[in-house]
């Protein structure tokens, strides 16, 4: 039996939920990694249910249930290197600043006999997680967004009270991964040869077509709608050779990193019991290691089963990024640890829960960079159909017309000294004759050219009304005519950049182009939307 590793990469083109176990009913918080549980779930459900008859039973028990195949969790991806959780032995002084594309030294506790008595100096790392494989390894995090959302009935756009005169609409909190990222995650197939593991993998890949939808609230614009790429077939989770050649020697340091959360039960009590790691490791071992040092960490694991519509049962587990350091008894081949490695540790491995590294003794200082940008990746360049842009645009202006109307009718409440209804209906005349040239008309009107300029003595009302802070009516509408500061101006007031990130269909960047292309259309709202308002004050 041979145990190999194909990788792959999820690209998210959507915000993902990947609700946490605890917290406020009222607040999702989403985990910053994609479990192994999430594809193997896509899996079973791409391949159908057996029990209903449209379901190959074979099949789905080699892909999802015998072990054959484990789906290892997807960890943040950057520049070719699968991060993993940041090793809890870890430490830095507590003054480091984490600068962008910097070198840090991280200290390793498990190499110090006496760090106790350093922990005063030294702090936790911020970030979660660190690209071990790479020539230079580099630190790396996951970006997550926030958005409050109502509850309302979906006729009535607003909350309700039911028959009971019960009121409904509670304001809530979801926290999801950004649409731009990419995970790298691993398949662990099991097989007698490398023909049968590479005709499972082929077989796997002709399932997990697109679309790949992950976390909850997938009818709501969350779901990841991730794209998924393969890479090239390896023997170990960690794309590192051992430091020793065939043999490790007695009495030697030998360091044990999780990289997934272990689950695994006391076979004497039957309960969950996250610290029976060692002892279930060492007996597959014969005994061979004595801990020494250990750097624990435990948490909460638990999910969810489409099929029965209802959560897992929650264990405790040891966390990722546990370590621990041990001694050797007697010689150990690299052959033997390799295997362990492969068969893993514990319950729900094929979840990707229960694995390790094995990595040679611990260093006291480690060069450690920052991540370059804490931004997401691009996401794929796709050019949208003409109509899907036309629809972006009715959706964009349409979530900016509230936004005119309460900007404008706040500037218009703290005026005083407003001018008279007939020079309010002058300027709203320019702006509805033609709209092309409205805002240039406008712009003369206003002072830049004399011989189009009006009367001193409408000049001299419109330069003394003013609003909050002193802002006067004049220079606003002379800012907003003027095309340099235009854009500046809209950006500034209606909170352009925040309906770019909340209503886009396509991207961002097209949103922005679609606002910036409309600016005079937009300026032309708002301009008569102010207008009006202060004429109705006028005539209350």
């Known amino acids: 039996m041979i145990t190999r590793f194909y990788p792959y990469t999820l690209t998210l083109n959507a915000d993902a939920i990947l609700q946490l176990n605890e917290g406020n009913p009222n607040t ?16 079973a459900s791409k391949l159908g249910d057996p029990s209903k008859g449209n379901g190959d039973i074979t099949g789905f028990r080699s892909l999802i249930l015998d072990g054959t195949v484990c ?17 809890l032995s870890w430490r830095t002084h507590k003054a480091t600043k984490f600068a962008p594309d910097e070198s840090v030294t991280v200290k390793d506790l498990a190499a110090l006999d006496d760090y106790e008595a350093l922990s005063d100096n030294l702090g936790p790392l911020s970030a979660s997680y660190v690209t071990l494989s790479a020539g230079t390894p580099r630190f790396v995090n996951t970006l997550a967004v926030g958005r409050v959302h109502h509850q309302r ?31 790298g995650g691993l398949l662990k197939i099991s097989g007698a040869s490398e023909e049968v593991c590479e005709s499972i ?34 023997q170990r989770e960690l794309d590192i050779n051992l430091a020793f050649d065939d043999e490790l ?21 039957g309960q969950y019991d996250p610290i029976h790691f ?24 638990g999910s969810f089963n489409k099929k029965w519509k209802l959560e897992t049962p929650q264990a405790q587990a040891l966390a990722s990024g546990s370590v621990l350091v041990c001694k050797t008894t007697k010689p ?6 390799l295997q362990i490695e492969h068969q893993g540790i514990g319950e729900r491995q094929t979840e990707g829960f229960g694995c390790f590294a094995f990595f040679e003794g611990p260093q006291n200082n480690i060069t450690i960079r920052t991540q370059a940008k804490p931004q997401p990746a691009q996401r794929p360049e796709i050019e949208a159909s003409e109509e899907i842009k036309e629809a972006e645009g009715r959706v964009l202006m349409k979530a900016l017309e509230p936004k005119i109307a309460d900007f404008a009718a706040n500037l218009a409440k703290s005026a005083n000294n407003i001018p008279t209804n007939s020079l309010i ?49 004049l220079k606003f509408l002379q800012d907003y005519t003027n095309n340099e500061s235009r854009q500046k101006r809209l950006n500034k007031d209606l909170q352009l950049d925040l309906l770019q990130q909340n209503y886009h269909l396509t991207t961002m960047e097209n949103a922005k182009v679609f606002y910036r292309n409309n600016s005079t259309q937009i300026t032309i709202k708002l301009l008569d939307a102010l207008l009006s308002a202060l004429a109705v004050k006028n005539r209350r």
């Open 28 to 43: 999702v918080e989403t985990l910053s990694f994609i479990p192994g549980s999430v594809l193997r779930g896509i899996t």
């Open 71 to 87: 789906y290892l969790n997807a960890y943040p991806f950057y520049n070719g290197f699968r991060g993993l959780p940041v090793p």
């Open 153 to 183: 009935d979906r006729a009535k756009g607003r909350a309700w009270t039911d028959a009971e005169e019960k009121t409904h609409g509670a304001i809530f909190t979801m926290e999801s991964l950004s649409e731009g990222q990419v995970f």
């Open 201 to 234: 993998y082929q077989e796997i890949q002709k399932v997990l077509q697109p679309p790949l939808l992950i976390g909850k609230s997938r009818h709501s614009g969350y779901g990841g709608d991730a794209c998924i790429e393969w890479g090239n077939v390896s």
């Open 249 to 269: 020697a007695a009495n030697s340091i030998l360091r044990i990193i999780l990289t997934s959360a272990y689950v695994g039960r006391n076979p004497d009590t």
């Open 278 to 301: 060692f002892t279930e490791l060492n007996s597959q071992l014969d005994d061979a290691l004595i801990c020494e040092k250990e750097f624990l960490a435990y948490t909460v694991v």
């Open 332 to 337: 150990l081949s690299k052959a033997q640890l």
């Open 425 to 473: 209906g002058r300027l709203r005349g320019v702006l509805r004759h033609n709209p092309s040239t409205a805002l240039d008309t406008l712009s003369k009107w206003l002072g830049r050219d004399e011989r189009r300029a009006l009367k001193r003595t409408a000049m001299d009302q419109l330069e003394k009304c003013r609003f909050k802070g002193g802002k006067r009516l």
